[in-house]
C-alpha cells in the first residue's frame, strides 16, 4: 500500500466550476498535511498546509482534513484554466523516522474554458 | 529574493561519468534534501540533511552520494551513473522546524 495515494486523473471541470482533489494516507500517526500545485516542467509550489480536522479555506482554495479516515482533500472553487496543473498531496508521517515530506503522485486537473 | 538554485538545469550524459548537481540557497536553512520526479512515481526522497556534517539516506538513496559542509550548499554526487537515473531531480530546503519547503526549479538528467 502506498503511503499517500491519490487519484492520477485528469479530473476535467469547466471553468467556474469546482474542483475536488482527494488524497488517502496510510499511516494513522501522520500530522501534518501539504497541497502542492506543480505546472508541467515546473517546481511544485505550496498551495495550502492543514494539521487539524476540518476546513482551511484560504480564497479560492479549501483544504479538509479528515484524520478519523485518513482522508484529505482540496476544493478549488471557480477554477479557471489557470489551474490547470498536477496537485500533489503530501504528508510528514512520524513512521519514516525523520521530517520529511512523502508524496503522493498527483493529481492532474485540467480546467476546460 | 529567497531562493534555491540548482545547476546545471539540463544534462545529458554517458553511463559511468561521474557528475554532480549542485544545490544552493541562501535562506540559512537547515533542512535541505533531494528529490527526483518519475512519471507515475511522484516525487522521492533520495537524500537529506539536518544540519552541516549530518546527512542520512532518504527513500531511494541507492546510487548517489551528498555532502553537507557548509549550510547553504548540498550537492547531489551520481558517481557511476547509469540509464534509470534518467530523471528529473529537485533540491529543497526548509528551515528546521518550518513547513514551508522551498524547491529549486529542478534539474533534468538524462543517461545513455
Known amino acids: 500500500q502506498k503511503e499517500v495515494e491519490q487519484n492520477s486523473g485528469p479530473l476535467s471541470v469547466p471553468e467556474g466550476a469546482i474542483a475536488s482533489l482527494n488524497c488517502t494516507y496510510s499511516?494513522?500517526?501522520?500530522?501534518?498535511f501539504f497541497w502542492y500545485r506543480q505546472y508541467s516542467g515546473k517546481s511544485p509550489e505550496l498551495i495550502m498546509f492543514?494539521?487539524?480536522?476540518g476546513d482551511k479555506e484560504d480564497g479560492r482554495f479549501t483544504a479538509q482534513l479528515n484524520k478519523a479516515s485518513q482522508y484529505v482533500s482540496l476544493l478549488i472553487r471557480d477554477s479557471q484554466p489557470s489551474d490547470s496543473a498536477t496537485y500533489l498531496c503530501?504528508?510528514?508521517?512520524?513512521?519514516?523516522?525523520?521530517?520529511?515530506?512523502?508524496f503522493g503522485s498527483g493529481t492532474r486537473l485540467q480546467v476546460q474554458p | 529574493e529567497a531562493q534555491v538554485t540548482q545547476n546545471p538545469r539540463y544534462l545529458i550524459t554517458v553511463t559511468g561519468k561521474k557528475l554532480t548537481v549542485t544545490c544552493s540557497q541562501n535562506?540559512?536553512?537547515?533542512?535541505m534534501s533531494w528529490y527526483r520526479q518519475d512519471p507515475g512515481l511522484g516525487l522521492r526522497q533520495i537524500y537529506y540533511?539536518?544540519?552541516?556534517?549530518?546527512?542520512d539516506k532518504g527513500d531511494v538513496p541507492e546510487g548517489y552520494k551528498v555532502s553537507r559542509k557548509e549550510k547553504r550548499n548540498f550537492p547531489l554526487i551520481l558517481e557511476s551513473p547509469s540509464p534509470n537515473q534518467t530523471s528529473l531531480y529537485f533540491c529543497?530546503?526548509?528551515?528546521?522546524?518550518?513547513?514551508?519547503?522551498?524547491f529549486g526549479e529542478g534539474s533534468w538528467l538524462t543517461v545513455v
Open positions: 499511516d494513522r500517526g501522520s500530522q501534518s
Open positions: 492543514i494539521y487539524s480536522n
Open positions: 529543497a530546503s526548509s528551515p528546521d522546524r518550518g513547513n514551508t519547503i522551498y
Open positions: 535562506m540559512n536553512h537547515e533542512y
Open positions: 503530501a504528508v510528514i508521517s512520524p513512521r519514516t523516522g525523520r521530517r520529511a515530506l512523502t
Open positions: 540533511s539536518m544540519n552541516v556534517e549530518v546527512t
